[in-house]
């Protein structure tokens, strides 16, 4: 018998999919079944941009506790349009950073220390982003954006 560690099997965010904002903080994260979840990266930006991939927020302010302000604002509108579109509760989570996030659940919001990760990991367009691996970039310090 072998000592060595097995092959993994899946695959961690590609560079191509980072670039697009998949897996930096923060996120939103919707469980569409068990195992399978769609990632929507987040943006705050200053004025609207056609093409990002995601949820885009508008704020002149880079300051995280106004961003933080404004984006459970803008994921609570985001998860209405998203159960009315499709007629039916969503479970959604919005990822801050590595231990910390907010849950949508039937019975209201929940803040945590436990994020979602594992699993197929898709985007909107359900495409594969990774499978298997943590739902964020995996780097020495956490990545966010704007």
């Known amino acids: 018998m072998s000592t060595t560690p097995e092959k993994q099997i899946g695959?961690?965010?590609?560079q191509s999919h980072a670039e697009q904002g998949f897996g930096k903080f923060p996120y939103v994260i919707i469980r569409l079944q068990y195992g399978i979840y769609m990632q929507f990266p987040i943006h705050f930006v200053k004025e609207r941009k056609d093409g990002l991939a995601g949820i885009s927020i508008q704020t002149e302010s880079s300051d995280p506790k106004v961003q933080q302000a404004l984006l459970l604002n803008a994921i609570a509108q985001f998860k209405t349009q998203i159960?009315?579109?499709?007629?039916?509760?969503?479970r959604l989570c919005v990822v801050l950073d590595k231990e910390q996030a907010y849950y949508w659940e039937v019975d209201g919001i929940k803040f945590s220390h436990s994020i979602p990760k594992?699993?197929?990991?898709?985007?909107?367009?359900?495409?594969?982003?990774?499978?298997?691996?943590?739902?964020?970039?995996q780097t020495q310090q956490s990545e966010s954006h704007g």
């Not at 695959?11 to 590609?14: A, G, N, R, Y």
């Not at 159960?83 to 969503?90: G, N, T, V």
């Not at 594992?118 to 970039?137: E, K, R, V």
């Open 11 to 14: 695959f961690p965010i590609s």
């Open 83 to 90: 159960d009315e579109q499709k007629k039916r509760f969503h």
């Open 118 to 137: 594992g699993g197929t990991l898709l985007n909107s367009q359900q495409d594969f982003i990774a499978m298997g691996f943590p739902h964020q970039i």
